[in-house]
């Protein structure tokens, strides 16, 4: 079990908490948090060492897209790239109430 910490900056404030996906085989939760203006806060737990450099590339691309200021809980269980983009961008959706509710 490996925890990875990361932040980027980030300027767009989400409205509420949100909580997506779960930390089961090939998934990953996401527990966002709104946070202090000015920064992302990115707290990693996977089950799988060794990958620091996928995720901070995945994770800049993330946040250059989308600047929530937030605070952000990865729990990690072999996701690929792909479906941690998905679970961030369903987070950010929740968040921001644009999720569809």
């Known amino acids: 079990m490996q925890t990875l910490n990361f932040e980027f900056p980030a300027d767009r404030p989400p409205a509420r908490r949100a909580h997506v996906g779960v930390a089961g085989s090939g998934d990953l939760e996401v527990l966002m948090t709104p946070?202090?203006?000015?920064?992302?806060?990115?707290?990693?737990?996977?089950?799988?060492?060794?990958?620091?450099?996928?995720?901070?590339v995945v994770l800049e691309r993330f946040f250059a897209r989308h600047r929530v200021a937030a605070g952000f809980e990865l729990n990690d269980s072999g996701a690929t790239p792909?479906?941690?983009?998905?679970?961030?961008?369903?987070?950010?959706?929740?968040?921001?109430?644009?999720?569809?509710?």
Do not use: I
């Open 35 to 56: 946070g202090p203006a000015g920064v992302a806060r990115v707290r990693v737990r996977t089950s799988v060492d060794g990958f620091d450099t996928v995720w901070r």
């Open 82 to 101: 792909g479906v941690v983009t998905l679970r961030l961008r369903q987070a950010v959706e929740e968040s921001l109430g644009e999720g569809g509710e």
